[in-house]
């Protein structure tokens, strides 16, 4: 056979399992076409919003992976803790933190009323097979298994029989000291920097940010080392916090998140693992836990009310 048939024929065969071979659509294209039922409203129970004077950032917690915290974040919120208080830190590439300023002078740290001053550490939980996985088929340097559970980034070690959540952008997390039981929820933190990995399992995550990050990520930046804010009136005011549930229903952010354990969702990763769009050269053919996407959307108006 000559070089030009041998050519020809490849072509051919190429053609042939080019054809057969499903179109590849964008992550924004899978989610256009997404089904209603591909979609969650948050719990408002688990809904949080950070008020600013710039606007409001919404958060959902997880609390099967972080419940104490939870259950005391929401007192604290709730007793009015936050209200009035400030943003004192931004570092850059790394996270916003606010709270109490006064938090380490004990003549004038804001008082609690019926949160708990202290905590045991929930750096990992108790993994159990009635919770959600959706597992990644990639490696991961920093936990033996990585997924999500239910719209949030997590590793686990099955093992030890332990879960937690991860350090990706957006995630958030309550501020400690050297004691393992001084984070109690009084000091947050979102990650607004590259995934800072290394944290997890140090410090309890309770959550992720839903909508309002670019409100905290394009901060002015504190002083180095850390990015404290050096003088008071660097420092952000918090107009308040406030528990979704306890907002009147025409004040709430009407959000939806795209459930984890749907087909559309694993065409995603699939999407970000292997993008075969005209730019693309190389396909990774891998993806790290904090590149997989997790979206949410506004509540179409056409959507039934939970």
């Known amino acids: 056979m000559s070089r030009l048939a041998l050519f020809l024929l490849?072509?051919?065969?190429?053609?042939?399992?080019?054809?057969?071979?499903?179109?590849?659509?964008t992550v924004n294209e899978i989610i256009a076409a997404s089904a209603a039922e591909d979609w969650r409203t948050p719990d408002p129970e688990n809904t949080l919003y950070l008020e600013l004077d710039r606007g409001r950032v919404v958060f959902e917690l997880a609390p099967w992976l972080a419940p104490k915290h939870a259950t005391n974040l929401r007192t604290l919120i709730r007793d009015?803790?936050?209200?009035?208080?400030?943003?004192?830190?931004?570092?850059?590439?790394?996270?916003?933190?606010?709270g109490d300023p006064d938090a380490d002078d004990a003549a004038k740290a804001r008082p609690f009323k019926n949160a708990k001053a202290t905590l045991d550490a929930e750096f990992t939980v108790p993994w159990h097979d009635g919770m959600a996985f959706t597992r990644l088929p990639d490696d991961d340097g920093y936990a033996p298994v990585v997924?999500?559970?239910?719209?949030?980034?997590?590793?686990?070690?099955?093992?030890?029989?332990?879960?937690?959540l991860t350090h990706c952008y957006g995630s958030l997390g309550?501020?400690?000291?050297?004691?393992s039981d001084s984070g109690n929820g009084a000091q947050l933190y979102?990650?607004?920097?590259?995934?800072?990995?290394?944290?997890?399992?140090?410090?309890?995550?309770?959550?992720r940010v839903l909508s309002g990050i670019e409100l905290l990520s394009t901060l002015p930046r504190g002083a180095p080392p850390m990015g404290f804010y050096e003088?008071?009136?660097?420092r952000v005011p918090v107009?308040?916090?406030?528990?979704?549930?306890?907002?009147?229903?025409?004040g709430r952010s009407a959000l939806q998140v795209l459930r984890t354990d749907t087909a559309t969702f694993a065409q995603i990763i699939e999407a970000k693992r292997n993008r075969r769009d005209p730019w693309t050269k190389l396909p990774a053919g891998h993806i790290e836990l904090c590149n997989v996407p997790l979206p949410v959307r506004a509540t179409p108006a056409t959507a039934p009310k939970p």
């Open 10 to 25: 490849a072509v051919s065969a190429f053609a042939a399992e080019a054809a057969d071979a499903p179109a590849y659509r």
């Open 80 to 98: 009015g803790y936050f209200d009035g208080l400030a943003i004192v830190r931004s570092q850059d590439n790394y996270v916003v933190q606010w």
């Open 147 to 164: 997924g999500v559970s239910d719209g949030f980034w997590v590793g686990r070690n099955p093992k030890s029989n332990e879960v937690w």
């Open 174 to 179: 309550v501020a400690r000291g050297n004691e």
């Open 190 to 207: 979102v990650v607004t920097g590259h995934a800072p990995r290394h944290l997890d399992r140090n410090i309890a995550l309770i959550g």
């Open 231 to 234: 003088k008071p009136e660097q």
């Open 239 to 250: 107009r308040a916090m406030r528990v979704a549930s306890d907002v009147p229903e025409a």
